[in-house]
């Protein structure tokens, strides 16, 4: 009566295509990573609104200190801010000091000699980035310098690529733990005991706990030296636990202690629970059944009655320990969320107390849209038969996920108009781009999700093949169980006893009869429940809506998969409100020191004295400039005067006049390059001609420059 079947075939389809899953998703993994690898360092945060003295100017008196101010606060550590003199020497007196709101300064030392200096800065930007950059100003007149003026590779080279690989990594693993635990509570109650599931979430923790740990480690190197090799320097750990991302990081650490005890509830006592209730439903309609026979017709009677009781007990610990997870799981969820909002973009700028709260409901929106999209793939694609997902789990899913896109896109408006502030900027900035092509990522994955609902509707509207899917898993489960039960009954105690009889009797055949026969019983045992499996396999892919959801839902993970390399670049980059501040910065300054032109009239008062001299300097910007004076008679004819002088005087700084003799060109052409306005202001231009030995006249007119 043995049958020998070979159930290989149909599964080397399904592995097949277990095996397709994992190699798209190990190569959207990859693809992840390259674009957070090959990102740019971070940009700045912090934008860098003015310096005194400013960039490229020249003052005639050294200054006694250098003062910087950005576009939001900043953290400063010893050598934040330092100033080099022209061989590279630091001529700085050490730690600069905050000197109220966005301005922060460093006192230099007395006697400095003329020259060009270098000011360098390294600071962290209210939202964790690290910012750095460079700029020069001189001394009397400008001079060489042995200074390179490239800015410092904060946050970027290997420390950078870790970092950036660190944060994806931390992303992902919330979106699993959390987004993984809430789909088994919401939608999928029996999810809880399935090992795929468990995996899913705990590989969530273990990511996203070895990712902040890592994170915490490559801080200190990543705002400052980013060595590879003060990554363990305890120093460096020291000052980072008492700065705001260390402290969010440690937050976020002891949270997860918190979220693998409610790991431990959920896939232990929960579960445990889920399977005696759904054992209890399978032992009453075995009793169920006898009583109908006419077996047991009394007792039956009472053992429904005890095991009726007995349903309802373990129905309300259920619920008592699921509403307690939920409220929990919610505490620990929103607290990590919250290990971000306090770090990062919503903790500076604009309205920072709303801002915060948003995000945390903006990140667990994500988490439980995509983190239950990932546990719908595994459900889908590697649950047991006798665990295989309903419509009905796939039609709740549907349903909270249309909840978490609504608050998504509630929340990511609001983060949108906070970060970028205008249409320009959306177009115009790295992060409005950025946010673009996210917005069109979310959209691709909405797409997929409609055609999700397509398939679940036509799977409520077939429910003979949810019937027969049920059927196969019930029948490879009884067949297996079955099998398992009657293992002994091949070998009775009796036989056993004969055996022992004729063994005596110098007889073996018996024993050796009986080890072949449990041998075969449990080779068929194991062939027909591996044939079950692979029949309710082959019933589950002939199902044209279940592989229809099947495909959808992966193209929705990969698309996610992408989503997030895309977010976590765009949570490192500079926001478009503070990026384009800075642009609308500085060309203000270089609308104001924009080419300038100035015509004054003048009467030398001898024969032939009169004319307009018009003096053009260009771009009219602190540091140097290139001026042209044209001398013109009334008639517009060119002048060609003796001699032309021009001096520039800035009355409210006390500096001036700085004389300036131009080289004549041609006839009633005047030019100098290299003119150096020192600092930005009203300043008076003095414009002297000579129209012949004993005639002269100077005429001044004011204008603003730089």
């Known amino acids: 009566m043995t049958q020998t079947i070979a159930p290989h075939a149909p599964a080397t389809t399904t592995g097949g295509a277990a095996f397709r899953v994992r190699a798209l998703l190990l190569l959207l993994l990859a693809v992840a990573g390259a674009v957070l690898a090959g990102a740019t360092p971070a940009s700045a945060h912090a934008a860098l609104t003015g310096s005194t003295p400013q960039q490229g100017a020249v003052v005639n008196q050294a200054p006694t200190q250098v003062s910087l101010t950005f576009s939001e606060r900043v953290a400063l550590s010893d050598g934040s801010v330092r100033v080099l003199d022209p061989k590279g020497k630091r001529v700085d007196t050490g730690k600069a000091v905050d000197l109220g709101g966005t301005t922060y300064g460093v006192k230099l030392h007395s006697g400095l000699p003329d020259g060009t200096f270098t000011v360098t800065y390294q600071v962290v930007s209210a939202d964790s980035h690290p910012v750095s ?27 950078g690529a870790l970092y950036g690989i660190g944060r994806y990594v931390s992303y992902a693993g919330f979106i699993l733990l959390v987004g993984g635990a809430a789909f088994v509570l919401t939608c999928w109650k029996r999810g809880a005991g399935v090992r795929p599931v468990q995996r899913l979430v705990v590989s969530g923790w273990l990511a996203l706990t070895g990712a902040t740990l890592a994170l915490l480690l490559l801080r200190g190197s990543y705002v400052g030296s980013g060595k590879v090799g003060d990554i363990f320097d305890l120093t460096l750990l020291g000052q980072v636990l008492q700065t705001k991302a260390g402290a969010a990081l440690v937050s976020r650490l002891l949270l997860l202690a918190a979220g693998a005890l409610f790991i431990a509830v959920l896939f232990g006592a929960y579960a445990r629970r889920g399977e005696a209730h759904t054992s209890d439903e399978a032992d009453a309609t075995d009793k169920g059944a006898l009583s109908g026979e006419g077996e047991r017709e009394v007792s039956g009677e009472g ?16 619920k008592d320990l699921a509403f307690g997870l939920a409220i929990g799981g919610t505490v620990v969820a929103a607290g990590l969320a919250a290990s971000w909002a306090m770090a990062e973009h919503a903790s500076t700028g604009i309205q920072p107390g709303l801002a915060m709260p948003v995000d945390v409901l903006h990140l667990l929106a994500v988490a439980v849209w995509l983190g239950g999209l990932s546990t719908l793939l595994v459900a889908l694609f590697r649950a047991p038969a006798e665990a295989q997902i309903e419509a009905a789990t796939v039609r709740r899913f549907s349903r909270v996920a249309f909840g978490s896109v609504t608050m998504l896109a509630a929340t990511g408006i609001y983060q949108s108009w906070r970060q970028v502030g205008s249409w320009s900027a959306l177009t115009g900035t790295s992060y409005g781009q950025l946010l673009l092509v996210k917005v069109g990522l979310v959209a691709v994955l909405v797409g997929i999700g409609w055609t999700s609902r397509r398939w679940t509707a036509q799977l409520f509207e077939a429910p003979e093949a949810k019937a027969m899917a049920t059927a196969g898993a019930t029948a490879g489960a009884t067949a ?16 056993r006893n004969s055996s022992s009889k004729d063994s005596t009797s110098g007889s073996s055949t018996s024993g050796g009869s009986t080890s072949g026969n449990s041998r075969r019983a449990a080779q068929l045992a194991r062939q027909q429940a591996a044939v079950a499996t ?19 839902v992966l193209a929705e993970a990969g698309v996610a998969v992408v989503l997030l390399a895309v977010t976590t670049v765009l949570t490192s980059t500079e926001p478009g409100r503070t990026e384009e501040a800075a642009q609308q910065s500085t060309t ?55 001699e032309v002088k021009v001096a520039f005087t800035l009355e409210a700084k006390k500096i001036g006049p700085l004389p300036v003799t131009p080289d004549r060109i041609a006839t009633g052409h005047w030019s100098a390059i290299g003119v150096q306005i020192p600092m930005a202001g009203d300043w008076e231009i003095a414009v002297t001609v000579r129209t012949s030995d004993i005639d002269q006249t100077t005429v001044t007119k004011n204008a603003k420059i730089g």
């Open 303 to 318: 053992d429904a009655d005890a095991d009726v009781d007995v349903d309802v007990d373990v129905d309300v610990e259920r």
């Open 480 to 495: 297996y169980a079955g099998q398992r039960t009657k293992q002994p009954t091949k070998v009775p105690a009796n036989s």
């Open 133 to 159: 950059g460079a700029f020069t100003f001189s001394i009397g007149a400008p001079s060489q310098t042995s200074v390179a003026l490239s800015d410092p590779a904060v946050g970027g080279g290997v420390v």
């Open 588 to 642: 203000s300054s270089s609308q104001r020191s924009g080419s300038l032109s100035l015509k004054l009239p003048f009467d030398t008062g001898g024969q032939d004295g009169k004319g307009t001299a018009e003096v053009t300097l260009d771009p009219a910007r602190v540091g140097g400039n290139e001026m042209h004076v044209f001398v013109k008679r009334p008639n517009g004819k060119a002048f060609d005067v003796p």
């Open 534 to 552: 692979a029949r309710q396999k082959r019933l589950r892919d002939a199902d044209p809506a279940r592989a229809g959801l099947r495909r959808s």
